[in-house]
Nanobody, 127 residues
Framework: VQLQASGGGLVQTGASLRLSCAAS????????MGWFRQAPGKEREFVAA????????YYGDSAKGRFTISRDNAKSTVYLQMNSLKPEDTAAYYC?????????????????????WGQGTQVTVSS
């Protein structure tokens, strides 16, 4: 599967952005999906994950209460709605698809060796 992330940009503190990650192929619903981010000089950080059906959600501490992950299996797309953005949210955001893992394992262990990654989309939040 190929993943194409989009929706990043430069915004001010307090603004909102919605990231999208479109997947190729017809098996999107067979993948648990996740969003990660990486700021310059820092390790990659888990942001959010969603189950194959969309009924299971898991958020990293930095995302709780501000970000919402969702998916539309008919459109083979996963979203990350980000509200109340802060300068510390500045990072490249990556989506991932995992055919073997679950949303829970993505959150705890990361994407499995069978997973796929999209290219990053840059989010910059100015103060």
């Amino acid at each position: 599967v190929q993943l194409q992330a989009s929706g990043g940009g430069l915004v001010q503190t307090g603004a909102s952005l919605r990231l999208s990650c479109a997947a190729s192929g017809r098996t999107f619903s067979s993948y648990a999906m996740g969003w990660f981010r990486q700021a310059p000089g820092k390790e990659r950080e888990f942001v959010a994950a969603i189950s194959r059906s969309g009924g299971g959600l898991y958020y990293g501490d930095s995302a709780k209460g501000r970000f919402t992950i969702s998916r539309d299996n008919a459109k083979s797309t996963v979203y990350l709605q980000m509200n109340s953005l802060k300068p510390e949210d500045t990072a490249a955001y990556y989506c991932a698809a995992d055919p073997k893992g679950t949303y829970y394992s993505i959150a705890g262990l990361g994407v499995s060796e069978y997973g796929y990654w999209g290219q990053g989309t840059q989010v910059t939040v100015s103060s």
